[in-house]
């Protein structure tokens, strides 16, 4: 990689645009170069160009953590941002490298910062980064990780590799030679990429850790499978067979304890059916009772219908007066109402026309003086904007003139200022001498002070590490006394644990040859087949009961059947003929109530003899007494009554007959089924009993049983009790051999944790034993680097010492570097403040004398623009005194337009009253119309009312309703009046049908009754019940569990199969893992990387005493213990000493043998082209200074080129080729590239 050219704009101190071309003479030939300029000029900002464009970071913002420091635009930024090398008073800035890559091709990276809106003070942008190729100007990358990532493959360089190889900027120059072995390691690790070595030793310990962690898994799984033996599996299934033939035993006991719960829930629902029948049918007589006024209520309704026309006629004729009245009241007030607004609006009318006239003669008289002043109106207003453009013109002149007034007095201020700044910066500086030796001298000093705290760090992180390791030692010692004590215990409980496993087993053993598993099996089969025996016993007389009472019932049912059917044929008869007499009798009653109203007889009043009848059409005219019309009407409804009543009687007849007919027909097809479900239950009892007994003589050992259900009961009884005593002494005996056989494997189970517990403790002992090694040997080294620590301490305060001791100050008080550089940094801030006033003063002489002479002339021109504007005013003044008498001073344009508003409004005004007057006229013609009309109406509404009230009152005279009376009952909805009617027949329905099924409940009662109860009590069979079902859940949890534990011995047997091939490849395994761990591998990965480190630095230290002997000869560097280096005095016999004792010269020249070794091994693209060394090699004297520059220079002829920062003359003489930075004032430096 080579640099070709550096070039950028206000990047820290270099504000100007700048650029260094490299191929471009005198640079292009020069193999070594210098870089001068004074201190702060911005040497070292050129080569922080150089790496923000690169990598967008720089050596002067390393370390500064996360410090913030202000910016311009009020918001601090991260002192780490390289946003903060931006010039202050800059609102952008950017940095541009053109070089040649590990390809041979040339690109540009460019880095550019800048702030919003291009102000000074505005926020800080996001920094921008590109990279592109030069032959074809292709951008490669605009993103700035991307480009990052180019650059460091393009160069080969990461940023740290660049730093250590091609920039050796200032203060890290010695920090290969001055770190400790674990900064040591870094360094090489960054510059040299063994971090790839570091990466494959942790992964050979992860690996070997997995490799481990397999073996012991299925170690682990090898001694978790415990296998049942033969016996073992026998047992268990023996087991399961007696648990599931006394789980089939205690079902059938169950289902005769359900059965029986079954007859008392049975009785006790019938019994709470009755009750709730009776309830219903109470319920229903007292809504029937209380439903009488509703009865009555429909009476009166049915009374009252035949009225209905009279009723509504009457209505309708009261509405038409009531809105008859209303109509005369609003039409006679309205016909007033118009008649007065129609005489006022003939006013209004007269009164317009008046005004209209006076306006208009009015608009006449103005028009000459409009015209008059609007003449003077026009050169008022030229007068008065010419008065505007003096009078602004004089106040621009004024503020010119202000404005040169005050720039005149601030810079006789600032003059003023800055003498008096300088003056008493000057005597400061005078009174500050031994502050200022500080200065001259700070980085010779602060070296020391860095140097001296990083001993005394270096001494406390050793004394720290030596008694962290001294309480490690001493925790491992204890920690291995307290493991020897649990050792010892855990073996003796082991031994114990052996002992008891014995006793079990021999217990074990006795108690399986006394009983064997098979005698269980036997006696609970024999006593399952008794227990269904007797059970199928008592189901088969129970069965052969119950067909006896179904028969009975069905006979009862039939009876029953035949009676019901008789009944509900004569209610249908007789309902029949009562349905065609209620429809014979509806139309002759409504025809005749029709010839029994008013109106028919107001129609037959009209009659005639021998004239045909208007309705009808015939000539004969058969009734014309009212009377008997009545008569006639009233006996048809009586007739139609009794007809209603009878049809109703037949319905509630047949509707009980039915429900009869439907009991008797369900309770004949229940006893049938009854019959049915007992034979069925015979035959089956039956073939239980059967099974039973053949099942009990299939036991060995069988007592001799009954033939046939009920031949012996009591035998039977007995028999079966004395075959469940002794199945529960066998079943004692199982459990005991269970308990026995659990002890045993929980014994087993305990003995082997202790073996695996003391295995490690085994383990445990030999780790401890080597941390105890460890500890103790990394103590001791401890303690030799405290000693050299100390030593190097001291030596840096005794070159310090006297310096100090002039101002006043004493290194052991903490901060003393802070406060030193406080110190240097106030004397540089004060030389700075000299410097800065005095150049002020050189500056601020022509522009006094300049400020002077301006304001003068502003003043001048101000007086003359007044003048003119008093002239322009009294012209004005002129013309408005002329004008002021016309139209009272108004403006002509207003006065007219108000005027002529005015006689357009009163043209309008008149208009409208007109148009107003014709419609008030015609309104008030419509109104007295309307009131006629209304009042001819109201005199045939009063008439028609004395009518329909006459009508209404001859009506009623004939009942014992009043016109009240109508009114409530004809207010009532049609709905629901035949709501009212269906709810009182549906009363009469409720109480017939409450009384059948209270019937139909006390029968079902008195067959449950009848049927007969068990002894036990319904509480007696639900805890026998709750008890067996209890019992049920033992057994299949015990079932489930016998199931699991066969399960998992099949699946044990079937893993081991393949197991112990298994665990014989992973140990294979890891042996081979556990060979190269132990050569290589570690946790942190430290193993291996500190050999490839170790390699690396004897590479590096073979280089180093390459250019070590041109530069100084005496010495040569060499690897000691781990990563220590170390020097050897030639001149002494090759006697070895510690690089600190070196002195400043030599330890520069060591430093640079290393810097320059380290510029050929760093990096992934070979050998760097460009060098820069940001050093000022002041600590050398004329001769070594030489050698120096010498090895600088045969680097040239590995084709490479060398720049030096340095301010020492001797450098400037012996290097002709120079970039020189100038100081410029204000912060500013400029770049020079000179030759000689």
């Given at each position: 990689?080579?640099?070709?050219?550096?070039?950028?704009?206000?990047?820290?101190?270099?504000?100007?645009?700048?650029?260094?071309?490299?191929?471009?003479?005198?640079?292009?030939?020069?193999?070594?170069?210098?870089?001068?300029?004074?201190?702060?000029?911005?040497?070292?900002?050129?080569?922080?160009?150089?790496?923000?464009?690169?990598?967008?970071?720089?050596?002067?913002?390393?370390?500064?953590?996360?410090?913030?420091?202000?910016?311009?635009?009020?918001?601090?930024?991260?002192?780490?941002?390289?946003?903060?090398?931006?010039?202050?008073?800059?609102?952008?800035?950017?940095?541009?490298?053109?070089?040649?890559?590990r390809d041979g091709h040339d690109y540009v990276a460019r880095w550019q910062a800048r702030r919003a809106r291009d102000k000074v003070d505005g926020q800080l942008q996001n920094v921008s980064r590109s990279l592109a190729r030069i032959s074809?100007?292709?951008?490669?990358?605009?993103?700035?990780?991307?480009?990052?990532?180019?650059?460091?493959?393009?160069?080969?360089?990461?940023?740290?590799?660049?730093?250590?190889?091609?920039?050796?900027?200032?203060?890290?120059?010695?920090?290969?030679?001055?770190?400790?072995?674990?900064?040591?390691?870094?360094?090489?690790?960054?510059?040299?990429?063994?971090?790839?070595?570091?990466?494959?030793?942790?992964?050979?310990?992860?690996?070997?850790?997995?490799?481990?962690?397999?073996?012991?898994?299925?170690?682990?799984?090898?001694?978790?499978?415990?296998?049942?033996?033969?016996?073992?599996?026998?047992?268990?299934?023996?087991?399961?067979?007696?648990?599931?033939?006394?789980?089939?035993?205690?079902?059938?006991?169950?289902?005769?304890?359900?059965?029986?719960?079954?007859?008392?829930?049975?009785?006790?629902?019938?019994?709470?059916?009755?009750?709730?029948?009776?309830?219903?049918?109470?319920?229903?007589?007292?809504?029937?009772?209380?439903?009488?006024?509703?009865?009555?209520?429909?009476?009166?309704?049915?009374?009252?219908?035949?009225?209905?026309?009279?009723?509504?006629?009457?209505?309708?004729?009261?509405?038409?007066?009531?809105?008859?009245?209303?109509?005369?009241?609003?039409?006679t007030e309205y016909s007033n109402d118009t008649a007065a607004k129609a005489n006022a609006l003939q006013e209004v009318t007269r009164q317009a026309e008046d005004e209209h006239t006076a306006r208009e003669n009015e608009f006449k008289i103005f028009g000459p003086l409009w015209d008059q002043a609007a003449a003077l109106d026009s050169r008022i207003t030229s007068a008065t904007t010419e008065v505007k453009t003096a009078r602004s013109q004089a106040e621009a002149l004024e503020q010119e003139a202000e404005q040169a007034r005050i720039a005149l007095q601030d810079l006789q201020?600032?003059?003023?200022?800055?003498?008096?700044?300088?003056?008493?910066?000057?005597?400061?500086?005078?009174?500050?001498?031994?502050?200022?030796?500080?200065?001259?001298?700070?980085?010779?000093?602060?070296?020391?002070?860095?140097?001296?705290?990083?001993?005394?760090?270096?001494?406390?992180?050793?004394?720290?590490?030596?008694?962290?390791?001294?309480?490690?030692?001493?925790?491992?010692?204890?920690?291995?006394?307290?493991?020897?004590?649990?050792?010892?215990?855990?073996?003796?409980?082991?031994?114990?644990?052996?002992?008891?496993?014995?006793?079990?087993?021999?217990?074990?053993?006795?108690?399986?040859?006394?009983?064997?598993?098979?005698?269980?099996?036997?006696?609970?089969?024999?006593?399952?087949?008794?227990?269904?025996?007797?059970?199928?016993?008592?189901?088969?007389?129970?069965?052969?009961?119950?067909?006896?009472?179904?028969?009975?019932?069905?006979?009862?049912?039939?009876?029953?059947?035949?009676?019901?059917?008789?009944?509900?044929?004569?209610?249908?008869?007789?309902?029949?003929?009562?349905?065609?007499?209620?429809?014979?009798?509806?139309?002759?009653?409504?025809?005749?109530?029709?010839?029994?109203?008013?109106?028919?007889?107001?129609?037959?009043?009209?009659?005639?003899?021998?004239?045909?009848?208007?309705?009808?059409?015939?000539?004969?005219?058969?009734?014309?007494?009212?009377?008997?019309?009545?008569?006639?009407?009233?006996?048809?409804?009586?007739?139609?009554?009794?007809?209603?009543?009878?049809?109703?009687?037949?319905?509630?007849?047949?509707?009980?007959?039915?429900?009869?007919?439907?009991?008797?027909?369900?309770?004949?097809?229940?006893?049938?089924?009854?019959a049915q479900t007992a034979e069925a239950m015979i035959a089956t009892t039956w073939a239980h009993w059967q099974d039973a007994y053949n099942r009990a003589l299939a036991v060995p050992n069988c007592p001799a049983l009954p033939k046939e259900p009920g031949e012996d009961r009591a035998y039977l009884a007995t028999l079966l009790d004395t075959t469940e005593t002794a199945r529960q002494a066998e079943a004692a005996a199982q459990v005991e051999l269970s308990r026995l056989r659990n002890s045993l494997a929980s014994t087993t189970s305990q003995r082997e944790g202790l073996r695996k517990i003391i295995a490690g403790h085994t383990s445990a002992r030999e780790t401890w034993n080597g941390e105890l090694a460890n500890a103790t040997s990394l103590q001791m080294l401890d303690l030799r680097a405290a000693e050299t620590a100390e030593a190097e301490s001291l030596r840096h305060a005794t070159a310090i010492s006297p310096i100090l001791e002039q101002v006043g100050e004493n290194l052991a008080i903490p901060g003393l570097s802070g406060r030193l550089e406080s110190r240097v940094a106030e004397v540089t801030q004060l030389r700075k403040v000299r410097d800065s006033n005095s150049a002020t003063l050189v500056a601020l002489a022509p522009q006094l004398a300049k400020?002077?002479?301006?304001?003068?002339?502003?003043?001048?021109?101000?007086?003359?623009?007044?003048?003119?504007?008093?002239?322009?005013?009294?012209?004005?003044?002129?013309?408005?005194?002329?004008?002021?008498?016309?139209?009272?001073?108004?403006?002509?344009?207003?006065?007219?337009?108000?005027?002529?508003?005015?006689?357009?409004?009163?043209?309008?005004?008149?208009?409208?009253?007109?148009?107003?007057?014709?419609?008030?006229?015609a309104a008030w013609a419509a109104a007295r119309a309307k009131a006629e009309a209304a009042a001819t109406e109201m005199t045939g509404a009063n008439q028609a009312q004395e009518i329909a009230q006459s009508a209404l009152a001859e009506a009623l005279a004939s009942t014992d309703l009043a016109p009240a009376d109508l009114d409530t009952l004809f207010g009532l909805p049609a709905t629901d009046v035949a709501n009212l009617r269906q709810r009182l027949r549906a009363l009469d329905d409720s109480v017939t049908s409450a009384r059948a099924t209270l019937d139909s409940r006390r029968k079902d009662h008195a067959d449950a009754e009848a049927a007969g109860l068990p002894e036990d009590p319904p509480e007696a069979l639900a805890e026998a019940l709750s008890v067996l079902d209890a019992a049920n859940q033992t057994r299949a949890?015990?079932?489930?569990?016998?199931?699991?534990?066969?399960?998992?011995d099949i699946a044990a047997r079937t893993a081991l199969a393949g197991l112990e091939v298994e665990i014989a490849q992973a140990r294979s395994e890891l042996d081979i893992w556990e060979a190269v761990n132990h050569a290589a591998g570690s946790r942190s990965g430290d193993k291996f990387a500190r050999v490839a480190q170790s390699i690396t630095l004897d590479v590096l230290v073979d280089h180093a005493n390459h250019h070590l002997s041109d530069l100084n000869p005496r010495y040569r560097l060499r690897r000691a213990a781990d990563l220590a280096l170390q020097v050897e005095d030639c001149d002494m016999g090759g006697e070895a000493r510690a690089t600190r004792s070196l002195s400043g010269g030599e330890r520069f020249l060591v430093s640079l043998a290393l810097a320059l070794a380290l510029s050929r091994m760093g990096g992934k693209g070979g050998l760097a082209a460009t060098l820069f060394i940001d050093e000022g090699f002041g600590s050398l004297d004329a001769g070594s200074l030489d050698l120096a520059i010498d090895a600088l220079e045969s680097l040239q002829s590995q084709g490479r080129q060398v720049g030096v920062i340095s301010h020492v003359e001797a450098m400037k003489e012996r290097i002709p080729t120079r970039i020189a930075v100038h100081k410029q004032g204000g912060g500013k430096s400029a770049i020079e590239v000179c030759q000689g």
């Open positions: 990689m080579r640099i070709l050219s550096i070039s950028g704009q206000n990047i820290a101190s270099l504000a100007q645009p700048f650029a260094i071309d490299f191929t471009a003479a005198p640079l292009a030939g020069a193999g070594l170069f210098v870089i001068t300029g004074e201190t702060g000029a911005g040497k070292s900002s050129i080569l922080d160009a150089m790496c923000l464009a690169l990598y967008g970071d720089a050596p002067r913002l390393a370390g500064s953590a996360g410090d913030e420091v202000p910016d311009p635009s009020g918001k601090a930024i991260k002192a780490r941002d390289s946003r903060a090398i931006l010039r202050r008073g800059a609102a952008q800035g950017w940095a541009e490298v053109r070089f040649t890559a074809d100007g292709q951008v490669l990358a605009s993103q700035i990780t991307i480009v990052s990532d180019q650059i460091t493959e393009l160069t080969g360089f990461s940023y740290d590799e660049f730093r250590r190889t091609v920039l050796l900027a200032q203060g890290d120059f010695d920090a290969f030679l001055r770190a400790d072995t674990n900064d040591r390691a870094g360094l090489l690790e960054k510059v040299t990429g063994t971090g790839l070595y570091r990466a494959v030793s942790s992964r050979i310990y992860e690996r070997t850790e997995a490799a481990r962690q397999a073996h012991g898994v299925l170690i682990q799984r090898r001694e978790g499978h415990q296998i049942l033996t033969d016996e073992d599996r026998a047992t268990l299934e023996a087991e399961r067979l007696v648990i599931t033939e006394a789980n089939q035993a205690a079902g059938a006991e169950a289902k005769t304890l359900k059965d029986a719960l079954a007859c008392h829930t049975r009785y006790a629902e019938t019994s709470r059916q009755v009750g709730l029948a009776e309830s219903t049918l109470e319920q229903a007589v007292t809504s029937q009772a209380e439903a009488s006024v509703d009865r009555a209520q429909l009476a009166r309704i049915d009374q009252a219908t035949p009225l209905r026309a009279q009723w509504q006629t009457l209505r309708d004729a009261r509405d038409r007066v009531k809105n008859a009245t209303s109509s005369v009241a609003a039409t201020q600032e003059d003023s200022k800055a003498r008096e700044t300088l003056q008493a910066t000057e005597a400061e500086l005078a009174e500050r001498s031994s502050d200022c030796a500080l200065a001259d001298n700070w980085l010779q000093i602060r070296q020391h002070i860095v140097a001296h705290d990083e001993a005394q760090s270096a001494l406390t992180r050793a004394r720290s590490n030596s008694d962290t390791h001294q309480a490690e030692i001493e925790r491992l010692t204890v920690a291995l006394a307290e493991l020897a004590t649990r050792t010892e215990n855990d073996t003796a409980d082991e031994v114990r644990l052996t002992n008891e496993a014995a006793n079990l087993a021999g217990r074990l053993s006795t108690l399986e040859t006394t009983h064997p598993p098979e005698r269980g099996s036997e006696l609970q089969t024999l006593a399952t087949a008794l227990a269904d025996m007797r059970r199928a016993e008592q189901e088969h007389g129970s069965a052969r009961s119950d067909f006896a009472a179904a028969e009975k019932t069905a006979e009862t049912a039939k009876e029953a059947l035949a009676t019901a059917q008789a009944k509900a044929g004569a209610a249908a008869e007789a309902m029949t003929t009562a349905s065609a007499q209620v429809a014979a009798l509806i139309a002759p009653t409504e025809r005749a109530d029709i010839a029994a109203s008013d109106a028919a007889r107001e129609l037959r009043l009209r009659l005639e003899p021998g004239e045909p009848c208007p309705v009808c059409g015939s000539p004969e005219h058969l009734t014309h007494a009212d009377s008997a019309l009545a008569e006639l009407a009233a006996g048809l409804r009586a007739d139609l009554a009794a007809a209603r009543a009878a049809v109703e009687n037949a319905r509630n007849e047949q509707a009980a007959a039915l429900r009869a007919q439907d009991r008797a027909q369900g309770e004949l097809e229940h006893a049938g089924r009854n400020a002077e002479s301006r304001s003068e002339n502003a003043a001048k021109q101000f007086g003359e623009a007044n003048e003119a504007v008093t002239a322009r005013l009294n012209t004005l003044q002129t013309l408005q005194d002329e004008r002021a008498p016309l139209l009272g001073g108004e403006v002509t344009a207003t006065h007219r337009t108000r005027h002529n508003e005015a006689r357009k409004g009163a043209a309008a005004a008149l208009d409208a009253a007109r148009n107003a007057l014709a419609e008030a006229t949890e015990r079932i489930g569990a016998i199931d699991g534990e066969l399960q998992r």
